[in-house]
């Protein structure tokens, strides 16, 4: 089988801590896309350890970790940072920012068509692509999906201060966040 069809991919990783504290040992392992997997240990194992090296957020091993390109990784930490200048809706509309964008410059469009002046031919073109990729980004209904999520993992109130929350909250709005994000590899620490 060859590497392409894997979505990750670690060969004889190690990593150690200083002074000499090994918590990876020459870890070999690849993931299909679609797997669910469980990493298991007791505290102080290198299990997170593992998953940010995995997530692309430490760089400080020996061998070789690579997630196949065209593909995105997301992780969720033990104690994910919020943005405490956002409010909940805030904090999880940062999951969307791409898509959020398209249909902001989708309505910008939009309003060009009531320009006089405006160049009409440009407008359809520009109109037509950024219809295109809301489509495959299945972002037309994008307030309801954001809706659906907040409500499914009960967030609190979207106008919630986040430095109010508990720690089990701010974990499920990291999580209604990410999720939202749409990774293809979701690590879950």
Known sequence: MSQAQFIFTMRKVSRFY????????????????????GVIGPNGSG????LRIMAG?????????KLTQGFTVGLLEQ???????KDVLGNVMDGVG????LLARYDEVMAGWADPDADYEKLGAQQAELE???EAAGAWDLQRTIEIAMDALRLPPGDAD????SGGERRRVA????????????LLD
């Open 98 to 101: 791409e898509t959020a964008t």
């Open 47 to 50: 299990k997170s350890s593992l």
């Open 132 to 134: 295109a990729k809301i």
């Open 79 to 85: 104690e994910p940072q919020l943005d405490e200048a």
């Open 18 to 37: 200083p002074p000499d504290r090994e918590v990876l040992k020459d870890i070999t392992l690849a993931f299909y896309p679609g797997a669910k997997i």
């Open 57 to 65: 957020l430490d760089d400080e091993f020996t061998g070789d970790a």
């Open 175 to 186: 999580l209604c966040r990410l999720l939202l994000s749409r990774p293809d590899l979701l």
């Open 162 to 165: 986040v430095s109010t929350l």
